[in-house]
């Protein structure tokens, strides 16, 4: 067997099923096995580094580790940004990466490029340096992709090395199976559960780790044990349902950028805050304002580089979140009447006017019937005429992150995608793809600004390509909003570098692609209806609406109710 076939056998037996990417130098030793394999399909994006957030997207959306291909030299540089936006939010996605053969390597050949360059954006990187080890480095591969807090992995692969042949029993793969989670410490356990009992307002936060983790059940089970209200985060959108009476929706403690006014309103009055799986990424999950002192905060996280990072916990758990969640309950169960526990009507209330008063604050924009329209109403108005329960939305990079992320209910787990650590312009479009790859029963759509349409729309022709309808909403207003809206101030950048041009349902439909071009608002649902309609005729849609450049949300320090 030579050490192409090693890797395509490996991942075969791992229950690949695609690989997305770009067809470049280092990588003709795997096509022979891809060829022939009948469970793995490769298939080209249009930019390398569309090809790992189409892994990327396939990750999040099913829970499985997404695999990208790239050859040597620009071929890595590409996906570079795709990587550090994975590694910012625990996706595992496993990147192949061409290389030249070793005895060229360190000579500034052609199209050089170390694998060093993404050092500092992998869970773990290896080179097969030789074929007989190339088990073995697929085996740590997987086993660090699906162990502990997620992340990308990076191999370099020589083509010397994949040419090279050894017997096949010494290449013969037996897959590692599931990961290897952490369990908590029962005096850490312990510790918390005499807070949350103990406390006259407990809330829960959910991170991306509730996800990776699937501890979704386990989440809601404590929450309406000791009735407390849920916030999450922007990766972890969707893993308390939003339509729970105990749900706060965006803005976990002690404050965060998108929060809702119903959790800026329950967060002033908590003494005790659960965050599972969540890092206090500033700026979004917090501005970085300290905890009272009165406030006791247990924080459980796989990955020990998140405890204690941003705020020192009262209770840090370093364990898996599923697992932790499991013995909390009991521990807490263990000290309560049956009782004492389940959902408290006046905390229900509390939210639930909390919540009114905020949306109704938004009604007027939401409804607006000026020209050009606002991101919001478009948001607004997609929610009409959806089944959230059959629906996967993804925001992108800016304004379309500020339009759509407060406002849009989650219902089901993984229904949305939410990205922010990297936050690159145009990730969306990549992700959509590998969401409706692992999720071809659900509508698919993603929100992006004409900006980032603009450095990653060829991609439409991917998913056009390869019979994955996706629906795309491009909110153009003309350029980069933030830089629009600043131009008037001194400190800004020049107009040359916020205004952009281009009417890009034309080139959706070059691509081939179902599109509209809508300026009114009230052509806004019609044309929604219309292209749900083409997608589900397995066309990919694109409906362009044009729009004024506005202001994200910002939470005041004073809201209440």
């Given at each position: 067997?030579r050490?192409?076939?090693a890797?395509i056998?490996?991942?075969?037996?791992?229950?690949v099923?695609?690989i997305s990417?770009f067809?470049?130098?280092g990588e003709?030793?795997l096509?022979?096995a891809l060829?022939?394999?009948?469970?793995?399909k490769?298939?080209?994006?249009?930019n390398?580094r569309?090809?790992?957030?189409?892994?990327?997207g396939y990750a999040?959306?099913?829970g499985?580790?997404?695999?990208a291909l790239?050859?040597?030299?620009?071929?890595?540089?590409?996906t570079?940004?795709g990587?550090?936006?994975?590694?910012?939010?625990?996706?595992p996605?496993?990147l192949?990466?061409?290389q030249?053969p070793?005895?060229?390597?360190?000579?500034?050949i052609?199209?050089?490029?170390p694998?060093?360059?993404?050092d500092?954006?992998?869970k773990?990187?290896?080179?097969?340096?030789r074929v007989?080890?190339i088990?073995?480095i697929?085996r740590?591969a997987f086993?660090t992709l699906?162990s502990?807090?997620?992340g990308?992995v990076v191999?370099?692969?020589?083509?010397d090395?994949l040419s090279?042949?050894?017997?096949d029993?010494?290449l013969n793969?037996e897959p590692?199976g599931?990961?290897?989670?952490?369990?908590p410490d029962?005096?850490d356990?312990?510790?918390a559960?005499?807070i949350?009992?103990?406390?006259?307002?407990?809330?829960?936060?959910v991170?991306?780790?509730?996800?990776s983790a699937?501890?979704w059940?386990?989440?809601?089970?404590?929450?309406?044990l000791?009735?407390?209200?849920?916030?999450?985060?922007l990766?972890?959108?969707?893993?308390?349902?939003?339509?729970?009476?105990?749900?706060l929706?965006?803005?976990?403690?002690?404050?965060?950028?998108y929060a809702?006014?119903?959790?800026?309103h329950m967060?002033?009055?908590?003494?005790?805050?659960l965050?599972?799986g969540n890092?206090?990424r500033m700026?979004?999950?917090?501005?970085?304002?300290?905890?009272?002192?009165n406030v006791?905060?247990?924080?459980?996280?796989?990955d020990?580089g998140d405890?204690?990072?941003?705020?020192?916990?009262?209770?840090a758990i370093l364990?898996?979140?599923?697992?932790?969640?499991?013995?909390?309950?009991?521990?807490v169960?263990?000290?309560?009447?049956?009782?004492q526990?389940?959902?408290k009507?006046?905390i229900?209330?509390e939210?639930?006017q909390?919540?009114?008063k905020?949306?109704?604050e938004?009604?007027?924009v939401f409804t607006d019937e000026?020209?050009?329209?606002?991101?919001?109403?478009?948001?607004?108005?997609?929610?009409?005429?959806v089944d959230p329960d059959?629906?996967?939305?993804?925001?992108?990079a800016?304004?379309?992150?500020?339009?759509?992320?407060?406002?849009?209910v989650?219902t089901?787990?993984?229904?949305?995608?939410g990205?922010?650590g990297?936050a690159?312009?145009g990730?969306s479009?990549?992700a959509?793809?590998?969401v409706?790859?692992?999720?071809p029963?659900?509508?698919v759509?993603?929100?992006l600004?004409?900006?980032?349409f603009?450095?990653v729309?060829m991609e439409?022709?991917?998913?056009v390509?390869?019979?994955l309808?996706?629906?795309?909403?491009?909110?153009?207003?003309?350029?980069?909003?933030?830089?629009?809206?600043a131009?008037?101030?001194?400190?800004a950048a020049?107009?040359?570098m916020?205004e952009l041009g281009?009417?890009?349902?034309?080139?959706?439909q070059?691509?081939?692609?179902y599109?509209e071009?809508?300026?009114?608002?009230n052509?806004i649902?019609p044309?929604?209806?219309?292209?749900?309609?083409?997608t589900?005729?397995?066309?990919?849609?694109l409906?362009?609406?044009?729009?004024?450049?506005?202001?994200t949300?910002?939470?005041p320090?004073?809201w209440?109710?």
């Amino acid at each position: 067997m030579r050490g192409g076939d090693a890797v395509i056998h490996a991942l075969e037996k791992e229950g690949v099923e695609y690989i997305s990417g770009f067809a470049g130098g280092g990588e003709v030793p795997l096509w022979p096995a891809l060829r022939a394999s009948k469970t793995i399909k490769v298939f080209s994006a249009r930019n390398e580094r569309q090809g790992v957030e189409i892994a990327d997207g396939y990750a999040r959306a099913t829970g499985k580790v997404g695999v990208a291909l790239c050859g040597t030299g620009p071929g890595a540089t590409n996906t570079l940004t795709g990587i550090a936006s994975a590694f910012a939010d625990n996706v595992p996605v496993l990147l192949l990466m061409g290389q030249h053969p070793l005895a060229n390597m360190g000579k500034e050949i052609q199209q050089e490029v170390p694998s060093s360059i993404f050092d500092s954006f992998v869970k773990w990187k290896g080179t097969m340096s030789r074929v007989e080890d190339i088990p073995a480095i697929m085996r740590r591969a997987f086993t660090t992709l699906r162990s502990g807090s997620p992340g990308p992995v990076v191999l370099e692969m020589p083509l010397d090395v994949l040419s090279s042949e050894a017997p096949d029993d010494v290449l013969n793969y037996e897959p590692v199976g599931p990961g290897r989670k952490a369990a908590p410490d029962p005096a850490d356990i312990d510790k918390a559960a005499d807070i949350l009992v103990n406390a006259s307002l407990p809330i829960l936060n959910v991170g991306g780790g509730v996800l990776s983790a699937e501890a979704w059940d386990e989440a809601r089970e404590i929450a309406e044990l000791l009735s407390m209200p849920v916030a999450s985060t922007l990766v972890g959108k969707g893993a308390f349902p939003e339509d729970h009476p105990l749900s706060l929706g965006g803005g976990v403690y002690p404050r965060s950028k998108y929060a809702s006014g119903q959790a800026l309103h329950m967060n002033r009055k908590a003494d005790a805050v659960l965050s599972v799986g969540n890092s206090f990424r500033m700026p979004n999950a917090t501005d970085g304002r300290p905890i009272p002192p009165n406030v006791k905060l247990i924080h459980i996280n796989a990955d020990p580089g998140d405890l204690n990072k941003i705020y020192q916990a009262d209770v840090a758990i370093l364990a898996d979140a599923k697992l932790a969640l499991k013995d909390l309950i009991q521990a807490v169960r263990y000290r309560i009447r049956p009782s004492q526990g389940g959902v408290k009507e006046e905390i229900v209330s509390e939210i639930r006017q909390a919540k009114d008063k905020w949306l109704g604050e938004w009604e007027s924009v939401f409804t607006d019937e000026s020209v050009p329209t606002n991101g919001y109403r478009v948001v607004h108005d997609l929610m009409q005429v959806v089944d959230p329960d059959r629906t996967i939305a993804l925001h992108d990079a800016g304004g379309s992150r500020g339009y759509l992320s407060p406002f849009w209910v989650a219902t089901k787990p993984r229904n949305y995608i939410g990205m922010g650590g990297m936050a690159p312009m145009g990730w969306s479009l990549g992700a959509a793809i590998g969401v409706k790859l692992g999720r071809p029963d659900h509508l698919v759509f993603h929100v992006l600004g004409d900006a980032s349409f603009g450095m990653v729309g060829m991609e439409v022709e991917t998913a056009v390509r390869m019979g994955l309808p996706t629906l795309t909403v491009l909110l153009n207003n003309g350029g980069t909003g933030g830089g629009l809206m600043a131009m008037e101030r001194d400190n800004a950048a020049p107009p040359s570098m916020a205004e952009l041009g281009g009417n890009f349902s034309q080139v959706a439909q070059g691509l081939g692609a179902y599109t509209e071009r809508v300026e009114q608002p009230n052509e806004i649902i019609p044309a929604f209806r219309r292209a749900i309609q083409a997608t589900e005729n397995g066309q990919a849609a694109l409906v362009e609406v044009i729009i004024r450049p506005m202001r994200t949300p910002e939470a005041p320090d004073d809201w209440s109710l």
